[in-house]
């Protein structure tokens, strides 16, 4: 059975310019998750997702946001993107919203220059 | 003050070595607590999560909870050099924090040959 998927593995972009990263959760999984992992800073949670609705938002500003299709699989969004927002972005979704055994990817690397 | 404090390390052990994580926490509403390996790289996979105070074990890994004193360990029995990786403790509460794990920083682990 495939584990959790995302996409790109990395990406580089612009100050200012907006990233769109991918995740497709485990089949059967309801709920995916958002962590950023910057460096010195340990992962940090951004964005919960489950039945296609948010359900919670970490302490990140509006330009980060996201959306759950009808499949489950997520899209996150970084607008304005700042240098500051270099790290790894990782995926992680659950059975339902037992966020206790929750599968992450492998992550995207988001480099800002 | 961060909610979950976890000493970075590195630790470094010879192969066999018991080794001993741990992690310190403030926030009393967590109710679960999960211990999650991340080699380079990669993303964390998750090796086990307990609820309430108490031991848990799953082969040569213990999980051990006081909530008492807000502290939780992770025991590696008869370490190998494979358990090389960073592990993450995380936790959960229910409320609005509901799908947030909060993790600590990782602490580096070596086990060498």
């Known amino acids: ?113 | 003050q961060k909610e979950v404090e976890q000493d970075p390390g590195p630790l470094s052990v010879p192969e066999g070595a018991i080794v001993s994580l741990n992690c310190t926490y403030s926030n009393s509403a967590f109710q679960y607590f999960m211990w999650y390996r991340q080699y380079s790289r990669k993303g964390p996979e998750l090796l086990m999560y307990t609820y309430s105070s108490g031991n848990k074990e799953d082969g040569r890994f213990t999980a051990q909870v006081d909530k008492s004193s807000k502290y939780i360990s992770l025991f590696i029995r008869d370490s190998q050099p494979s358990d090389s990786a960073t592990y993450l403790c995380a936790m959960t509460a229910g409320g609005t924090s509901y799908g947030k794990l909060t993790f600590g920083q990782g602490t580096i682990l070596t086990v060498h040959p």
Not at chain 1, 13 to 31: D, F, M, N, Y
Not at chain 1, 88 to 99: D, E, H
């Open chain 1, 1 to 113: 059975e495939a584990g959790v998927t995302q996409s790109p593995t990395h990406l580089i972009k612009t100050r200012g310019q907006q990233a769109t990263l991918r995740c497709s959760p485990i089949s059967g999984h309801t709920s995916v998750y958002w962590y950023q992992q910057a460096l010195g800073l340990g992962l940090q949670f951004l964005l919960w997702y489950d039945e296609g609705e948010e359900r919670n938002r970490g302490n990140f500003p509006p330009r980060f946001s996201g959306r759950q299709f009808p499949n489950y699989s997520s899209e996150l969004n970084v607008n304005a993107l700042e240098l500051e927002d270099s790290a790894l972005y990782l995926c992680a979704s659950s059975l339902g919203m037992m966020n206790t055994e929750a599968f992450f990817g492998q992550g995207t690397r988001l480099t800002v220059v």
